[in-house]
């Protein structure tokens, strides 16, 4: 959309992520990155940190199941690109707080200092939110889903995309 602020972030998740779910239904997976700039200081011959930015972000729909199914542990080095939110609320103690969220559109691991197999999930065509039947086999359904997790089946190709393994593009 025009006009909105984007962002991309890399850094590490400080805990797993959280899936809830909206009264209509639609999932919702929320979860912190934490980025730190380092710069090399010639003075000292040594790298320095600069102040560490905690952005709060949201996942939502199929995505939203994915990342909580995926995310699931503190220090995962991720990449994320978004859009800017900011909403604003009331506190309990009757307060009104501004808060600015990454409303995440796209997100993986960085390859830097690791690797990762990549697995397809299946759609479950009732607009990314589980059933009530899918709810109690969500872990079982999607247990090889996890980056560096179990390798893709055999079937599957290098963008795990079927046996041709041909980019989507």
């Known amino acids: 959309m025009a006009n909105e602020t ?62 909580a199914e995926t995310l699931d542990q503190k220090g995962m080095r991720v990449i994320a690109s978004g859009r800017l939110t900011q909403r604003e609320y009331e506190a309990k103690d ?34 990314g939110g589980f059933s009530s039947s899918d709810v109690n086999r969500a872990g079982a359904a999607n247990a090889n889903a996890t980056w560096g997790g179990n390798p893709a089946p055999a079937n599957a190709g290098t963008w795990g995309n079927g046996p041709t393994g041909e980019a989507p593009f």
Request: positive net charge.
């Open 6 to 67: 984007t962002l991309t972030i890399i850094g590490n998740t400080t805990g797993p992520a959280e899936l809830r779910f909206t009264p209509a239904g639609a999932a919702v997976a929320n979860f912190t990155i934490a980025s730190t700039p380092r710069t090399f200081d010639k003075n000292s011959n040594e790298w320095k940190d600069g102040a560490t930015l905690f952005m709060r972000c949201s996942a939502w729909r199929e995505m939203a199941e994915n990342v």
């Open 94 to 127: 009757g307060t009104k707080r501004t808060v600015i969220e990454l409303e995440v559109d796209e997100i993986g691991p960085s390859l830097k200092y690791a690797n990762a197999k990549v697995t397809r999930t299946q759609k479950t065509g009732n607009g």
